[in-house]
C-alpha cells in the first residue's frame, strides 16, 4: 500500500467517523433534540463497523471506539444536574475513552496498536499479516504501549483538568478556555504521536 492509499483512507476514516457524524449532529440540533440527533450521528459509524466486518470478517477498532464516543455522549445526555456538570459532559466523554485506553493494557495487545493497523494499513491480507509479524519485536510493543499510555494520560488529563476548572471559574472564564484545554491536551498528543513514530522508525532502520 503505497503513501497516498494511506493518507486516502486515514482522511476518508476520520471523514466516516468523526467529521460526519459531528456534522450531522450540529445540522440536525436545529431541527430535532439533542438525543435524537446523537443517535442518529452514531448510526454512521455503526454501519461503517458492520460494513467492515461483513466484507473484511474484521471488526473495526477505531469505528467502534467512536461509536463508543457516541454512545457515552447520549447517556451524558441524561446526566441532567447543575450547570458545571453540563458543563462536563464533553470531559465525562473523553475521560471514559481515556480510561479505555489504561484498560487496553489488560489485554494481549494495546488500544493504539489497532488504530495503526486500520490508519496505515489497511485491509489488505498481506500487510495486515506483516503487521501483525511486527508485534514480535520488543520495540515495536514498546513504541506502542508508550502512546497508548500517552494517550490514557491525555484524555483522562483533559477531562481532569476541566473539571477542576469548572467548579473554580465563573462559566464564562471557563468558557473562555475550555476548548484551549481541549486542543492542548490532544494537539500534545497527535504531536507526540508523530514524533515519536518517527523517532521509533528511524531507530528500527539502524
Known sequence: MNKKKIIRGIV??????GALPLAVYQILLGYT???????????????????SLIRYRR??????????????????????????????????VTGAL?????CSFLFPRPLIY??????????????VAEFAAKWQHA???????????????ALVGEAAVRSYLVYHLSITQFLAV?????????GAAILFTVYFRRYAL????K
Not at 33 to 51: E, G, H, K, T
Not at 139 to 153: A, D, E, K, Q, S
Request: glycine share 6%; proline share 2%.
Open 139 to 153: 520495540h515495536f510493543r514498546f513504541v506502542l504501549r508508550i502512546m497508548t499510555l500517552v494517550w490514557g494520560v
Open 12 to 17: 476518508m476514516t476520520l471523514l466516516i467517523n
Open 59 to 92: 471488526l473495526d477498532v477505531f469505528a467502534s471506539f467512536m461509536l463508543l464516543g457516541f454512545i457515552l455522549s447520549l447517556a451524558a445526555v441524561f446526566m441532567g444536574g447543575n450547570e458545571q456538570l453540563i458543563l462536563l459532559r464533553e470531559s465525562f
Open 114 to 127: 489497532y488504530f495503526a493497523l486500520r490508519f496505515t494499513v489497511g485491509n489488505d491480507p498481506q500487510r
Open 178 to 186: 475550555s476548548n484551549f484545554v481541549v486542543y492542548g491536551f490532544i
Open 33 to 51: 433534540s439533542s438525543f435524537v440527533a446523537l443517535s442518529i450521528a452514531a448510526a454512521i459509524p455503526l454501519v461503517d463497523n458492520l460494513f
Open 98 to 102: 481515556g480510561l479505555l485506553f489504561f
Open 202 to 205: 528511524k531507530r528500527i532502520a
